[in-house]
T-cell receptor, first 111, second 111 residues
Framework: GENVEQHPSTLSVQEGDSAVIKCTYS??????FPWYKQELGKRPQLIID?????GEKKDQRIAVTLNKTAKHFSLHITETQPEDSAVYFC??????????FGAGTTVTVRA | EPEVTQTPSHQVTQMGQEVILRCVPI?????FYWYRQILGQKVEFLVS????????KSEIFDDQFSVERPDGSNFTLKIRSTKLEDSAMYFC?????????FGSGTRLTVV
């Protein structure tokens, strides 16, 4: 089955700096890569996703890049704000039914 | 904005008892899912459901688990004989295609 590795497990950044989270996946057939943000005690919420026919996608301060050859995708958050503090999960899927999640990255934005 | 609703928000049960977790997916969504998240760990896929049948399930979803869509709006997860290790947050999700909307979760505590 699919195995998603996520790094780092924790990330502390100064407000205004950028944060980068990296994930790798094992199944070359995976073609859908969403990112979820989970605030403490709350549900995961989709923040951005990318499909394998696209190399990069951007939505305001958030961008995701995908390298299919290396089976690697990353989340970039620019101009971080305190409200960006949360746990971020990457995920991968090949058939839209089963999402395999990474272990999560706890992002702390220092004011 | 449409939401996935889950009840109860917290369920405490004795080991060996049966529990039913309830979910009302978004009305025009066709795909339904259950995930679980053990405290402090990643989100784990349990099962997906489409067209009134299970489309995929994980190795976690053994014979103790079952899902049902008893009517046009509810989607339930039943755990027949709960074990201590079933204690977790259980999230229901639904989607039109790939982007999942998660419910707020049911925290199951097995004592």
């Amino acid at each position: 089955g699919e195995n998603v590795e996520q790094h780092p497990s924790t990330l502390s950044v100064q407000e205004g700096d950028s944060a980068v989270i990296k994930c790798t996946y094992s199944d070359s057939a995976s073609n859908y890569f969403p990112w979820y943000k989970q605030e403490l005690g709350k549900r995961p919420q989709l923040i951005i996703d990318i499909r394998s026919n696209v190399g990069e996608k951007k939505d305001q301060r958030i961008a995701v890049t995908l390298n299919k050859t290396a089976k690697h995708f990353s989340l970039h958050i620019t101009e971080t704000q305190p409200e960006d503090s949360a746990v971020y999960f990457c995920a991968a899927s090949q058939n839209d039914y089963k999402l395999s999640f990474g272990a999560g990255t706890t992002v702390t934005v220092r004011a | 904005e449409p939401e996935v609703t889950q009840t109860p928000s917290h369920q405490v049960t004795q080991m060996g008892q049966e529990v039913i977790l309830r979910c009302v997916p978004i009305s025009n969504h066709l795909y339904f899912y259950w995930y679980r998240q053990i405290l402090g760990q990643k989100v784990e896929f349990l099962v997906s459901f489409y067209n009134n049948e299970i489309s995929e399930k994980s190795e976690i979803f053994d014979d103790q688990f079952s899902v049902e869509r008893p009517d046009g709006s509810n989607f339930t997860l039943k755990i027949r004989s709960t074990k201590l290790e079933d204690s977790a947050m259980y999230f229901c999700a639904s989607s039109e295609s790939s982007g999942r909307v998660f419910g707020s979760g049911t925290r199951l505590t097995v004592v």
